[in-house]
Nanobody, 110 residues
Framework: QVHIAESGGGLVQPGGSLSLSCVARNIVGIYTMGWYRQAPGKQRELVATITNSGITKYADSVKGRFTISRDNAKNTVYLQMNSLKPEDTAVYYC?????WGQGTQVTVSS
């Protein structure tokens, strides 16, 4: 059974930075990995994805501020978030091989 574990969320002031990590265990093969987020009262939305060959895709709202990367040897995906805004506040989820993590809270507030 695939196990996904995110880490790195927290509270940060507007304009600040946070880095998220996600490790996938018990996975066979290399899959696209992605970050999604869900704010209170809103649907879960795509933030960024990265294929096994490193091709990336970003939501328009985070382009130029967030960077997704991965380490295939470690089955790990990262999300570097810079210039954070209050509207980035959400639970951030990692997804790969049709499995989801439990999510990590990111709060952007002064």
């Amino acid at each position: 059974q695939v196990h996904i574990a995110e880490s790195g969320g927290g509270l940060v002031q507007p304009g600040g930075s946070l880095s998220l990590s996600c490790v996938a265990r018990n996975i066979v093969g290399i899959y696209t990995m992605g970050w999604y987020r869900q704010a209170p009262g809103k649907q879960r939305e795509l933030v960024a994805t990265i294929t096994n060959s490193g091709i990336t895709k970003y939501a328009d709202s985070v382009k130029g501020r967030f960077t997704i990367s991965r380490d295939n040897a470690k089955n790990t995906v990262y999300l570097q978030m810079n210039s954070l805004k209050p509207e980035d506040t959400a639970v951030y989820y990692c997804k790969t091989a049709n499995a989801w993590g439990q999510g990590t809270q990111v709060t952007v507030s002064s």
